[in-house]
């Protein structure tokens, strides 16, 4: 099997920065079936929703809501994921998640990371 392990998240003022990391590890052979990572979030009494996604390509995908202000990177060798996030808003606080997607079966999820943005 493969976990996702995040690290990263935090209390930040607004206009703040924080940059997320999530590692990839486990079985070999799944990990090498997986061809994109992304960030999810969810905030209290809230749907979780896509906040970014990157293909092992470099394709990228942003919500709408973070676009001009969070960059997703990912290193291939390290089998990690980043998001840096600038520009940080109270509306952006919420529990972030790590997911990653094969073609060939169901997503594997982190366990979670909680970043609050005070006014």
């Known amino acids: 099997q493969v976990q996702l392990v995040e690290s990263g998240g935090g209390l930040v003022q607004a206009g703040g920065s924080l940059r997320l990391s999530c590692a990839a590890s486990g079985n070999i052979f799944s990990i090498a079936r997986i061809n994109a990572m992304g960030w999810y979030r969810q905030a209290p009494g809230k749907q979780r929703e896509l906040v970014a996604i990157?293909?092992?390509?470099?394709?990228?995908n942003y919500a709408d809501s973070v676009k001009g202000r969070f960059t997703i990177s990912k290193d291939n060798g390290k089998n990690t994921a980043y998001l840096q996030m600038n520009s940080l808003k109270p509306e952006d606080t919420a529990v972030y998640y790590c997911?990653?997607?094969?073609?060939?079966?169901?997503?594997?999820w982190g366990q979670g990371t909680q970043v609050t943005v005070s006014s």
């Open positions: 997911n990653a997607k094969r073609p060939d079966t169901s997503d594997y």
């Open positions: 990157v293909t092992n390509g470099g394709s990228t």
